[in-house]
């Protein structure tokens, strides 16, 4: 999903029509009068804040859905991150076979997924940070296991992390190719004067991303 052309937010072409014709409608005493152009001002103001809230809260929401959308083929990135969550489960139930389940790296693996499970599957910056948590921890299993495992074992460890690190490497290029984009660009009109003021009046943030630098604050412990 592109990207549609960058919007601002400004009084310009049916806007200004709008606003010539209500001028035409006022008694031709006002025209010439202050209290036309606050009746001007004050509908400009509407136009602004009123429409331009309304354009910038669909536009959020847009970008933010395009986070579990699927493309032509019917692969989303959502998607993805369940199908390595499906495999890191495979891992982790391996994992507590050979190491024991109350051994600490398959404790911890068991709580980064749990953590993903509970996770808002919608918010790019949660399913980051989840992502981030899980993919260390099954990496340190995989590792711990190995060294334990028979040679069965051990070949079952690598077919799963084999699609655990396939689904990252799909789920990593996919944000960085087609939902940050969206979002980054969104963000740069959304931080834009008056589009900063209208998303204040009518609650709306910053589109989360997919990515290290919105996870400021975030413990790696599940």
Do not use: H
């Not at 990207?3 to 029509?17: A, K, Y």
């Not at 051990?154 to 960085?176: G, H, N």
């Not at 990515?211 to 975030?218: E, I, K, P, R, S």
Request: a negative charge; proline letters at 3%; charged letters at 20%.
């Amino acid at each position: 999903m592109q990207l549609q052309e960058q919007e601002t937010f400004t009084i310009s072409g049916q806007q200004l029509t709008v606003l010539g014709a209500a001028e035409s409608r006022l008694p031709a005493p006002a025209r010439k009068k202050p209290a036309a152009a606050l009746f001007l001002a004050a509908l400009a103001l509407v136009s602004v804040f009123g429409l331009g809230g309304f354009k910038l809260r669909g536009r959020y929401d847009r970008v933010c859905a395009a986070f579990s959308a699927s493309d032509e083929y019917g692969n989303s990135i959502v998607q993805d991150l369940a199908a390595q969550a499906d495999a890191a489960a495979s891992l982790i139930r391996l994992g507590g076979r050979i190491l024991g389940e109350e051994d600490a790296d398959v404790s911890y693996a068991a709580q980064a997924l749990d953590a993903y499970n509970r996770s808002d599957k919608q918010n790019a910056a949660d399913q980051y940070r989840c992502n981030a948590n899980l993919t260390g921890a099954v990496g340190d299993l995989y590792l711990a296991a190995g060294r334990r495992a028979d040679d069965d074992a051990k070949a079952q460890l690598e077919a799963l992390y084999a699609e655990f690190t396939s689904r990252q490497a799909i789920v990593e290029r996919a944000a960085a190719n087609d939902y940050n984009p969206q979002a980054q660009a969104y963000n740069e009109t959304a931080r834009a004067f008056p589009a900063n003021v209208i998303g204040a009046l009518w609650g709306v943030s910053s589109a989360p991303l997919f990515d290290a630098a919105d996870t400021a604050g975030f413990s790696a412990a599940p």
